[in-house]
């Protein structure tokens, strides 16, 4: 096995042998070029590692191969030789990006080493490449962030899936992107110049839904005076999403299977059946099987549904990916309120990681979207991050083991350098609790691990109003309701 592709560029024959001689002595594979202008030709059909070029030559000079070859991706390593009288214009070289010079007369040892170092340099180089595009993530789908490997394995499942016709069942709890998902699986499809249509089986009441689905004639009940077309002839030769099909009650599921098995559906009141050809992707954040075999959900609709399922992971369980999705939110919040791009601290960035987002991705971009409202510096600090975020840590702390319990493994609630003035902390968190309880006393005191008569105190103390809450809260009003 060859050590790798030099390209020795020299006018002079003899000088070129030379260093073919001893370079594939030494297990490099070595092709040569009497010009600027051939290496040039060479390099474009063959992808050298490394280019040992003579600095002088009639025509253009080695310099020129400098700024040509080193800015290609990968880049090819330039390594010149120059007489000595002309060590400046070297030296100026390796400014420029060549990896090194080598003084003729050459020496064989000097010459070996210096071609190890760059093949060294030129491992290191692959080496970053390799990581980066791991960490970049090798699949990519526009507009969906992530480089886990489980988000990998999905985008690799939706670049296979999309051009085929077959149902897909995207699984995942609420806001890990199952619709993103879905609309990406029709932007990649054949079907991508049809608009895609989605409906969620929740938001329409049971009475509803068989007309929203497959429409219905003039007549068909009271009210309807007209013929009116459904969403599954609106997705013909398109994607129908029927997002949280699990909430689709067993009359209803009947009809769907019989849709998919048929491609055909009935208006209600019709008397034919008509042909669609509608691609199926279901969503739900509900254990279907579970459903199944509970006997809520027909196990012959499932099966149907079920011939390739996209399972998408909680955010808490691919929370290295938090960090560049945090930055995708931010960067987009800003553009779309039209502030300059902010940074998101340290500590921030530190309380989004530890923090569990039962809402996951959506809760991630919601959170963001407001600190960036919110903050008024130029990055995105802890105390932009809504209370849940920043107590979580100490919510979920596990207690001090052993002796002293040094500050690693502690709880450290990060203390800004200028101080705190603790009571404006306290009526801080108490506003905040407040406002995420939506005034409610009992639930804010809980929030703050204080009692109803604690909190109630303290209210009054810094005088904080329960807003547009009047008579509600009280801790009996509440259990009633
Ligand atoms: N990987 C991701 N990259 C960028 N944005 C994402 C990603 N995942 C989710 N989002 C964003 O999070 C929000 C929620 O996504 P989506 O509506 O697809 O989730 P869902 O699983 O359908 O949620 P639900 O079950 O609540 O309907 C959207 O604004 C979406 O753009
Ligand atoms: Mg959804």
Redo the contacts with the bound molecule.
Sequence with gaps: MSKGQILVVDDEGAQREILRTILTSEGYRVETAGTAADAVTRSGRTQFDLVLTDLRMPGADGLSLVGQLTREDPPTLVILMTAYGSMDSAEQAVKQGAFDYLTKPLEREELLLTVERAFERIRLIQENRLLRQQLEGRFRVE????SHYR?QEVFEKLHKVSSSNSTVLII???????????RAIHRHSPRRDRPFVAV?CAAIPETLIESELFGYEKGAFTGAISRRQGLFEAADKSTLLL??IGELNVNMQAKVLRALQEREIRRVGGREDLKVDVRIVA?T?KDLALEVGEGRFRDDLYYRLNVVSIN?PPLRERST?IPQ?AE??VARACAEAGRPPMAITTEAMRLLLNYHWPG???QL?TVLQRAVLLSDGRAIDYMDLPIEVRFSELAHREPVAGAGGGPEGAYRYPLPPQGINLEEVEKEFILQAMEMSGGIIAKAAKLLGLSYRTLQYRLEKFQIRREGSEGTGEPEGEEAG
């Design positions: 507009g969906i962030v992530g988000i995942g709890e609420s806001g890990t992107g199952k619709e993103l998902i879905a969620s997002d949280e969503a954040n998408l990916d999705l995708y939110f996951n991705v959506r971009d």
